[in-house]
Each structure stands twice: as C-alpha cells, then as structure tokens.
C-alpha cells in the first residue's frame, strides 16, 4: 500500500503542508494508534498469547515436546489437510458464483438491487447454529432436497460456506466494478471482440486486484468456520477450528490446543499477507477508475443474472425460506404462534422473555458498535497515513495486519483466555456485562477498518492540504474536512460492527450472563431442547434475528450510497 | 459450543400457588440454617456467620434455572447478594474450573455431572463438603467418598422411540441393545457423537456398563447395522428423528427420558416413548470451589440446593428428577416419564479414567 501515493510521502520527500510534516500533528496519530493498540493487546493479545504460552509449559518447565508431538502427528496433518480443502474449496465456490453476482449486483443497475444486496449480505453475519439447522432441514433425507443425497458430504459444507461468504466477494469485486470504465469494454467490442473475450481480456485483469482480495478473506473466513462444519460436516469433518474447541474444552489439552493455534495463526498470517498484497495492488487500481456508473441490463447480461439469480434463489434464500416456513409450524398447524410466543420465557425454559433477549442484543449491539467504530475509526485513520520512513510503514503495515487478527483466532482461544487473565482487579471482568460488548467490538473491528480505510484514504488530500494553508490547525482539520466526509463511509461501518454483535455467538457463549442472555444465545438455548414450541420459538427467534439484520444491513446500504468500497 | 447440555424441557402446567411455597420454603430453609450451625465437621472449618462476605458467586452449567421467587428467598433468608454465572455447559465447564484454579470463577459450581466429575475430583479444583440436607440412601448418585461434590438432580439419557412409526409398520419397538443389532431394526437409530454431545458420552458410558471390555464389538455391530450419527442433540432429535416436528427419517433416537413429555398430540398422549431398559443416569452436582472467598456462603448454597421446597422446583425448572426421594414430582412427569428401575451406572472414578480412549476408540470404529 506503500506505493498508493496520497500525499507525496512514497517519494520519502514530504511537500509543504502535508499534514505528515506537521510536527504538531504527532501526538494525535499516536494517540490514535495507540488507544485501539492497548484495547487489542489488553483484550485479545494477551488472552490469546497466556492461553498458547501454556501449552508450552508442562507444569513445571517450559518444553517444546508436547507441541512437536503434536505437530508430528497424522492426525493433525489429517486435519490441517481438510481444513485447507474446505477453505479452497469454500473460497472457489464464493468466486465462482459472486463474481457474476458483483456484476449484476453492482454493475447493472434496476429496481430492488439494494434489496437484494441486502439480502445477500444477511448469511453473513446468521449465527451458525441457525445456518446449521435450515441447511440440514433443507438437506436431509427428510427434507425437500433430500434427494440430493448431500447431507453430512463435503459439498453440504462447501455450499454453507459460499452461502455465509458469498456476500463478501460480491462487495469486494462489485463496488470495484462498478467503477470500472465501461469505454473500455465497449473500445473493446468495437475492435470486434465478443463479450466473453472482452471480459477476460479487459474487465477479469482489472478486478484481479479485488478478486484476490476478496478471496484471501473468504479463504481466511472459511478457515476458520465452526459452527457449520461441526453442524453439516458429519462426524468425520474436522478442522483445525473444531480441533482446537475440542482439544481446550473436552480435553483440556492445551498442548495440542496450542500447537493447533499456531497452525491456524501461520494459516492466517499467509492469508493476510496475500490479502495485502493484493489490496496494495487494487488500491493503486482504484486511482485509474472513474467514479461509478451502472449499465443498464443487456443481452450479454444474461448468464450472470441467470447464474446470480440461481445463486440468490436457490442457495441465499432457500435456506432461509425453509427457516420461515417451519417458524411458522406450530403444535396446531401453520400460523404465527410461535412468534406471540416470543413474549413468553418459554415456560421458564429461559431466564428472560425473548424479546427481552433480543433488547439485551439491542444494548450490547449499539456498545459493541460504538467501541468497534470508535476504534475502528482511529485504526483505520492511522493506517490511512503514509509515513515517509521504510521503518514506518513497515511497522503499519503490520499494525494493519494485527487489526485482522481477530478474524482468524479462535473464539474458544480467546475466550478461555479471558478466564485467566482478566482475573484480577483492577481487571477482572470476567463477571462484568462489559465483557461480551468488548469481545464483539474485537470480532467486528476487522470489518470496520476494512470498511473505513478505503473511505479515509479516498479523501482528497489537496482538501486537507488546502485547510491547513489557511491556518486550520490539524485537528481543526479532522473535524472540519475529514470526518463530515468519512460520515458518508461511516453507514456501512456501523452497519456492519451492529449486524456483527447481534449474530455474535462463540465469544459470547462464554461471556453470557444467565440473565442477560442476546438473543443467538437464547436461539441456541431453545433449539437444544425437545418440543414443538422450543423448536418452533428457536427458529422465530432466529428469523427475527434475520430480519433485524437484514434491516440493519439495508439501512448501511442506503447510508452509506455512493461510498461504498471493497473491503 | 456444539452442543449444550440439552437438558429435558419444561413444562409448567401446574404452578403451585407460589406464595404458600415460598412461605413454607423460607421458613424450611431459615430451620436448615439454624441445624447446620451444628455440622462443624467440615473441612475448611466454620466461621461465624457474622464474618461471611455477603456476596456469592454461583458458576452453573448453560442450562441452569431457579425461578426469581427461589433465587430471592436464599437472598433474603441468608442476606447474601448472589451473581450467577454461566460461561460452559458439561466438560467445558470442568475444564475452565481447572484453568482458573489459581484464581477462581466463583465460590460454588452447580452442573458438573457423573460423566466429567472424575476429572474435577482429581484436579483438585473441590472443596470436599458433606451437606446436612443430603437425604440417606443415594449413596449410589455419590461421585466419590471424600464428599467432592453433592448430588442435586438426576436425568436418564435413554433411546426415545416414534410410537406411530412402528405402529404403521406393526412392528415392535427394539427394547434391549442386542436388539438393535437384528437385522429387522437396520437404518433404524440415529445416535450422536460422543466426542461433541454430551448424551453421546452418556451413551456410550452405558454401553460400557452393559458391556465391559467388549463394548466396542457392539459398537462395530451396531455401525454395520446402518447406525446415524449426527454431532449434536439439535440434529438428532430435531432433523433426524421421525417423531418430533423435523419429521426426519428415523424412529428411534438417543434423547431423555423426560423428551416424550414435550411430544403430547391432540389426544393428551404422547407420540413418543422412552425405553428404559437402555438408559444411563446422568447425575448433576454441585460443589465448593476450591479457594473460594466465600465457602460459607457456598455451604449455604448447597443445603438450600437440597431442600425439599427447591428439590420439588427443579423438574420444571431444570427437567432433571431431583435426588430427595421424598420430592413430589409434577402430574405430567407421573403421566409421560418413563421410571428407569434399573439405570446403567457407572461410577465417575471409571468414566474419569477411560472416557478420552472411549471417544477414540469409538471414532476409530465407528466413524472409520
């Protein structure tokens, strides 16, 4: 991202009044760096690194043993082996089908896109037990597809992830897309070149940028999926993610929990480091595009909405349709009875009334969006600088990369590990509600910089040079030029950071108070019980989830209008 | 969290008249206070009830439950400010016991059962306690002598059955593990995995129990006769299983004995059946945590725990038959739960020891 010029700095010569060369401008970026710096080290770093480091200790010493045994398995390799294979596989599918899904979604422009936008981005953020459950309705013998024969298979698994990931590429190669020149496809065609030539030939290079980066995410989000492999996978599914959870929590054997933690952290770091490289490079793209311009729809449009309609019908929506129709199946037929149910406790099954759950969610989700954003906001400004020395974007470069991190750790890892270090005063928060927004606000905080950083780096910096000439001090600056125009990228970001708290369920699993459940928390609670009415409840409880979603994600949507960006 | 604890569910049909209960529960528990003020024995020794903190924090399994009216009479009869915590159900829950040895969650654990109280008896992570409300002769529900942990409840994991399936095939339902091995019952039984469900262990205990040594041939039988596997309770019972509202494909699904309770048709009966001569006891306990700052309080817990007036709240607040005898059960428990006379028991020292080469062995065999 070095290379991305913004103000002049890749050139190591800093022009008169760049906001870089103002000495007084310093202590605000450090601070900026360093207040979400110590809220990572202090709520994910060092949980993270005191839960691994004890692997490595055998109660007396400190040995390496215990871990090489591990790491030499068959076993393990068994794992590592199957892990890859689902996110390759997991990862392709996703670009297979939202590379045309981008096109239509972003490209061509007609009635309901932003709906259905915002219908592809719900699996995204569906907690992973509910996802399990319709996909296994959906698939088993009993079920309307059971004729497939695809329950318990590696494709059940594979289709699950491209549902919760389908959204991600889309975004990502979508809003590059859509501002793509289209002269050049149309120079193209007048040259005499069919449409599938123009497009890999024009179009497919300039969206390799994009599309590398977007499949590094998906390639790190499949990596690290739980709930549904452990869900659709069968019983003979295992991933390094399902391991590490059994090893920590069944076994409690924390050397192979830890020599697990570190596969999956060099399987993350390689991620990341191809994600980077490639956003370095779609960055640098995003300077040649223009500003965004829709086509409208054509013949040669016609595989990709047959393809993306296919996609949204068949494997977004089906899932979901097959989750509202047995919501609606009570003890008396079909009706709405399980949702007036939603009032009860469940027969004092629950602590709270669901509603009151899904309030629960509401007040953790508005915290955990707040501290994401914040944080977020101030990371992200951070990285959107370019520091004139190698030293200085090397060390922000990886500052980016530990900002992704909590995408590719463990829940379980983090979770125990807040056990034994937020243990004593003034810390221990393991009894504290603050506990659960915390954790949230570091599952969402990668999404938010993401979101964020292509908005502060888009800012022109001609405009913040110009104020500061008039004499505006720099964070007169801030507050004058740059964030009435990051507000515009601000929709989305917050969109996400909320969306993400409300399906939040590993960490906060394990944070939950029995009275102040959220709302996946008490789905999963409902659906680990027999009865027609648990069911029945689990699965509107899990629909309301959805649509709060879906609300909150088509609100982003229309917030954040014209500035979205890939992530 | 692949799988809580899916403890058998409720169903309050009958609410007795709160206030006459709770009334009579106070003034039961305020007469306990003033017995156990004789039960000094204890290790850890009595202090004056005057110098106990006045807080108390209980660290439960995901599926604990006591009505507001339960929880506010300990308060008020104790003057203790208790905090609930629910972090893990079942081997997650020992397991972060252990792992905050040194500084610990709580003050008393309510949910480690039989299945994993081995493991936290030899880690040391208890403070032995002998309750004075403990009722005489359930030796049998003990995790170990020294007093470890206090058997509360008690739940049989047992196969449930699809009564309708079979009927429309005039066929039998399979009673007995050998009968699941004939031919006439293949493709029959779906069960879930040990390694991630925790009735999966408690199964798997059981057939150990029937079994010994050869339980893994059984298993090996049991697979070749088109035995399903499914990860979680959730998928058995509610995808698998023909009789619950998933409508799946298969009849006989490994749940609890209360499950046929939650199944009642129009006709006030149940579409589904228990069958209990296959059954293992899952016993429930509670426990002082070893450096508890409050073990006084904790005590105090774990007699109100055992007083008739909470034993009688839990099968419709926790689904689970409490351990005092002499608790009157809910009508639609005499009506729908199946009475295991004969449960297999396996003592927790035994399951402790073996359970981890059991899951693998069982994977080995049967998962291939």
């Known amino acids: ?567 | 969290m692949a799988d809580g604890q899916p403890q058998p569910v409720p169903f309050t049909t009958e609410r007795h008249s709160m206030n006459k209960k709770l009334l009579a529960l106070a003034m039961a528990f305020a007469a306990t206070l003033t017995l156990s003020g004789c039960s000094g024995d204890t290790p850890g020794g009595t202090s004056s009830p005057t110098t106990m903190p006045d807080t108390l924090t209980v660290v439960t399994h995901g599926s604990f439950s006591l009505s507001d009216e339960t929880k506010a009479a300990f308060e008020a009869e104790t003057g203790i400010k208790v905090t609930y915590l629910s972090p893990a159900d079942g081997g997650t829950l020992v397991s972060e016991l252990i792992l905050t040895k040194d500084a610990p969650l709580g003050d008393v654990v309510f949910g480690i059962d039989n299945t994993f109280a081995g493991r936290a008896i030899a880690a040391a992570v208890l403070q032995p306690y002998r309750s004075p409300n403990l009722p005489s002769g359930i030796d049998d529900l003990l995790a170990d002598d020294q007093g470890s942990l206090t058997p509360i409840d008690f739940g049989d994991v047992c196969l449930n059955a699809d009564i309708a399936w079979y009927a429309a095939r005039g066929q039998a339902i399979p009673q007995t593990f050998p009968d699941l091995l004939k031919p006439e019952y293949a493709g029959q039984l779906v069960v879930t995995n040990p390694a991630t469900s925790s009735p999966g262990l408690a199964f798997l205990a059981a057939s150990y129990g029937a079994f010994g040594q050869d339980y893994l041939n059984y298993w090996e039988a049991l697979a070749a006769n088109d035995l399903k596997v499914a990860s979680s309770w959730t998928e058995a019972y509610t995808v698998e299983f023909s009789g619950s509202s998933g409508h799946g494909n298969y009849p006989l699904v490994l749940s609890y004995a209360t499950s046929p309770m939650y199944e009642e048709n129009e006709a006030g009966q149940s579409a589904t059946v228990a069958l209990p001569g296959m059954c293992f006891r899952q016993v429930e306990y509670a426990g002082i945590i070893a450096g508890a700052s409050n073990p006084e309080g904790a005590k105090l817990f774990i007699d109100f725990l055992l007083t008739r007036e909470v034993q009688e709240t839990i099968p419709d607040e926790m689904y689970m038959a409490p351990v005092n005898p002499e608790a009157t059960l809910p009508q639609v428990w005499e009506k729908y739960v199946s009475v295991v006379t004969d449960p297999i028991t396996v003592p927790a020292a035994v399951i402790a020891a073996n359970r981890d080469n059991w899951i693998r062995e069982w994977t080995e065999v049967v998962l291939g």
Do not use: H
């Not at chain 1, 309901?112 to 915002?118: C, D, I, S, T, Y």
């Not at chain 1, 959204?167 to 599938?196: C, F, H, I, K, N």
């Not at chain 1, 940028?209 to 995410?217: G, T």
């Not at chain 1, 990371?379 to 470069?397: E, I």
């Open chain 1, 1 to 567: 991202m070095s290379r991305y010029q913004r103000s002049g700095a890749g050139a190591t010569t800093t022009r008169p009044g760049s906001l870089w060369a103002a000495a007084s401008f310093k202590p605000v970026w450090a601070i900026a760096a360093l207040i979400p710096l110590a809220f990572l080290a202090v709520f994910f770093v060092w949980p993270v690194l005191a839960l691994v480091t004890r692997g490595f200790y055998d109660s007396e010493s400190w040995t390496l043993t215990n871990v090489a045994e591990v790491l030499g398995s068959a076993r393990t390799w068994r794992i590592i082996r199957q892990t890859l294979t689902l996110a390759v596989l997991g990862t392709l599918g996703s670009l297979a089908l939202g590379v045309p899904g981008a096109y239509v979604l972003y490209r061509l422009s007609f009635r309901g896109q932003k709906l259905l936008r915002a219908i592809a981005t719900v699996p995204f953020v569906l907690p992973s037990v509910v996802v399990g459950v319709a996909f296994r309705s959906l698939l088993a013998d009993s079920g309307p597809l059971g004729f497939l024969k695809l329950d318990g298979t590696l494709v059940a698994v594979v289709a699950a992830l491209v549902f919760f990931n389908y959204s991600v590429v889309v975004r990502s190669v979508g809003v590059l897309w859509a501002g793509l020149d289209p002269r050049q496809v149309e120079a193209a065609a007048t040259l005499g070149a069919p449409p599938p030539r123009a497009f890999l030939t024009v179009t497919l290079p300039a969206l390799a940028p994009a599309i590398a980066s977007a499949a590094a995410l998906v390639f790190l989000f499949c990596a690290s999926a739980f709930g549904v492999v452990l869900i659709l996978g069968g019983s003979r599914t295992g991933t390094v993610e399902t391991e590490i959870w059994y090893q920590t929590t069944a076994l409690l054997n924390l050397p192979a929990a830890a020599a697990l933690s570190i596969v999956q952290l060099v399987i993350v770091v390689a991620s990341l480091w191809l994600s980077n490289t490639a956003r370095a490079r779609q960055e640098r793209a995003l300077r040649l595009a223009g500003s965004p311009k829709q086509l409208p729809i054509t013949k040669t449009g016609i595989p990709a909405i047959c393809c993306t309609a296919l996609t949204v019908a068949g494997l977004l929506l089906a899932p979901l349709l097959t989750l509202v129709w047995r919501s609606l199946q009570t003890r008396t037929g079909l009706g709405f009875g399980n949702y007036a149910l939603l009032a009860t406790n469940a027969n004092g099954n629950l602590s709270v009334s669901v509603w009151r759950a899904a309030a629960n969610s509401l007040v953790t989700g508005v915290v955990a969006m707040l501290l994401a954003v914040v944080l977020g906001g101030c990371v992200s400004f951070v990285l959107s600088r370019t520091p004139v020395s190698r030293w200085g974007r090397t060390l922000l470069r990886f500052t980016d990369s530990v900002f992704m991190l909590p995408l590719g750790v463990s829940a379980v890892t983090v979770g125990f590990g807040f056990l034994i270090t937020l243990n004593r005063p003034p810390l221990d928060l393991r009894t504290s509600w603050i506990l659960i927004p915390i954790a949230q606000a570091i599952v969402a905080l990668p999404l938010v910089v993401r979101t964020l950083l292509p908005t502060w780096r888009a800012i022109d910096p001609r405009l913040r040079e110009a104020a500061a000439t008039l004499g505006a001090s720099p964070g007169r600056v801030l507050a004058t030029v740059e964030l009435p125009l990051l507000s515009r990228g601000l929709g989305l970001a917050v969109g996400f950071a909320f969306a993400t708290s409300l399906g939040e369920f590993g960490a906060t699993s394990f944070l939950a108070r029995p009275d102040r459940p959220t709302l996946p928390v008490v789905v999963y609670k409902l659906i680990s019980r027999p009865g027609v009415d648990n069911l029945g409840m689990a699965l509107a409880a899990a629909v309301v989830l959805a649509l709060a979603t879906a609300i909150v994600m088509a609100l982003a949507e229309l917030l954040g209008r014209g500035e979205e960006r890939g992530w």
